[in-house]
């Protein structure tokens, strides 16, 4: 079973920029293709991005298309969201998870934005 741990949110003014990761146990991590997903205060989980098993065919929400990237690095079991030009409604929890997720969710990590 595949264990999840994100990091890298924080507290960043609009325009910033972060680096999201997410751990994973398990040697199954590799074959999943893997995605992020957000939850802002009183609005459902949502579909962030998406990467292949390989670390191809990342595909994106609308909403972040052009300042967000995702990759992966098997060897480290980890996948990354690189975000830059955040915005206030970037806020939420980040989670990753199996895409289509199949998983235990893990915590997340917080990502504010400042206006």
């Known amino acids: 079973q595949v264990q999840l741990v994100e990091s890298g949110g924080g507290l960043v003014q609009a325009g910033g920029s972060l680096r999201l990761s997410c751990a994973a146990s398990g040697r199954t991590f590799k074959s999943y293709a893997m995605g992020w997903f957000r939850q802002a205060p009183g609005k459902e989980r949502e579909f962030v991005a998406a990467?292949?098993?390989?670390?191809?065919?990342?595909y994106y929400a609308d909403s972040v298309k052009g300042r967000f990237t995702i990759s992966r690095d098997n060897a480290k079991n980890t996948v990354y969201l690189q975000m830059i030009s955040l915005k206030p409604e970037d806020t939420a929890v980040y989670y990753c998870?199996?895409?289509?997720?199949?998983?235990?969710w893990g915590q997340g990590t917080q990502v504010t934005v400042s206006s």
């Open positions: 990467i292949s098993w390989s670390g191809g065919s990342p």
């Open positions: 998870n199996a895409n289509p997720p199949r998983v235990s």
